[in-house]
């Protein structure tokens, strides 16, 4: 099934809040996902979202992962990366409203870009230490950057090679409540840093992970991972896949309307 069919299926399929039956899904979407930003948070980011999709200033660009179909050229603008890359608002904000329902501590970030979710998880969820990994050192300057303008002083961002840096930062913070996985889209790498990151999850870790319906491979992924024997509830927002490991919830595969 392409993703127009799957989508197609994820419209007739998706439930509101009131086809779900786990509290714990439920009082996530009615007290966290329904209610709105305050603009004092959000106005700052969407900001700095427009500069950067009106910056045309080229830059070296190197990546590392199965990333955008779009960007072709070895020196994209910013505009073109950002166009591609950025996350919409309002997954950006279900991503950070997750992390602020479970009080987040420590987070992870598998891909940066040019930072606006990383903001959403920071100005969020200003208890928690976020760490995120991205392997363009362009980008990442970029990136860094944005999060001096708004002085997100709570993001520790790493430049580097996920498949190096991850296992380190895992083994250093020990204990990771939320682990978003983006930026390198095939199976083998979803699979790989979803297992990785299963080796220091502990009860309550929450696991994000982008473009689920983006390929084939992605689809597979997520089945695979859905279907594990740690995960106790899934969550499909069709752009967005999110899994608990909770033993205290039923086995649970929920399409969510959003």
């Given at each position: 099934?392409?993703?127009?069919?799957?989508?197609?299926?994820?419209?007739?399929?998706?439930?509101?809040?009131?086809?779900?039956?786990?509290?714990?899904?439920?009082?996530?979407?009615?007290?966290?996902?329904?209610?709105?930003?305050?603009?004092?948070?959000?106005?700052?980011?969407?900001?700095?979202?427009?500069?950067?999709?009106?910056?045309?200033?080229?830059?070296?660009?190197?990546?590392?992962?199965?990333?955008?179909?779009?960007?072709?050229?070895?020196?994209?603008?910013?505009?073109?990366?950002?166009?591609?890359?950025?996350?919409?608002?309002?997954?950006?904000?279900?991503?950070?409203?997750?992390?602020?329902?479970?009080?987040?501590?420590?987070?992870?970030?598998?891909?940066?870009?040019?930072?606006?979710?990383?903001?959403?998880?920071?100005?969020?969820?200003?208890?928690?230490?976020?760490?995120?990994?991205?392997?363009?050192?362009?980008?990442?300057?970029?990136?860094?950057?944005?999060?001096?303008?708004?002085?997100?002083?709570?993001?520790?961002?790493?430049?580097?090679?996920?498949?190096?840096?991850?296992?380190?930062?895992?083994?250093?913070?020990?204990?990771?409540?939320?682990?978003?996985?983006?930026?390198?889209?095939?199976?083998?790498?979803?699979?790989?840093?979803?297992?990785?990151?299963?080796?220091?999850?502990?009860?309550?870790?929450?696991?994000?992970?982008?473009?689920?319906?983006w390929s084939n491979e992605m689809k597979k992924a997520w089945n695979e991972i859905k279907n594990h024997s740690k995960t106790t509830i899934?969550?499909?927002?069709?752009?967005?896949?999110?899994?608990?490991?909770?033993?205290?919830?039923?086995?649970?595969?929920?399409?969510?309307?959003?």
């Amino acid at each position: 099934m392409g993703i127009i069919g799957s989508y197609i299926y994820y419209l007739f399929n998706a439930k509101s809040s009131h086809g779900i039956h786990s509290p714990f899904v439920y009082k996530f979407i009615e007290e966290y996902l329904s209610k709105d930003i305050a603009p004092l948070i959000s106005s700052p980011i969407e900001n700095i979202r427009r500069q950067l999709l009106n910056d045309s200033t080229e830059i070296d660009y190197l990546d590392f992962g199965a990333g955008s179909k779009i960007i072709r050229k070895p020196k994209p603008s910013i505009r073109s990366l950002a166009r591609a890359s950025l996350k919409p608002k309002k997954y950006a904000v279900l991503i950070a409203k997750l992390a602020q329902y479970i009080n987040a501590q420590n987070i992870i970030e598998l891909g940066t870009s040019l930072g606006t979710t990383t903001l959403y998880l920071s100005k969020l969820n200003p208890q928690a230490k976020i760490y995120t990994i991205e392997a363009s050192a362009a980008i990442s300057n970029i990136a860094q950057t944005q999060f001096d303008k708004l002085d997100a002083k709570n993001i520790k961002l790493i430049r580097g090679n996920f498949d190096k840096e991850y296992p380190l930062l895992l083994k250093k913070i020990e204990r990771p409540d939320l682990i978003f996985i983006d930026g390198n889209h095939t199976y083998e790498a979803t699979i790989r840093y979803f297992n990785i990151g299963l080796e220091y999850a502990h009860k309550e870790t929450i696991f994000v992970f982008d473009d689920i319906n983006w390929s084939n491979e992605m689809k597979k992924a997520w089945n695979e991972i859905k279907n594990h024997s740690k995960t106790t509830i899934s969550l499909d927002f069709f752009y967005l896949g999110v899994v608990s490991l909770n033993t205290d919830f039923s086995k649970e595969d929920l399409l969510i309307r959003y």
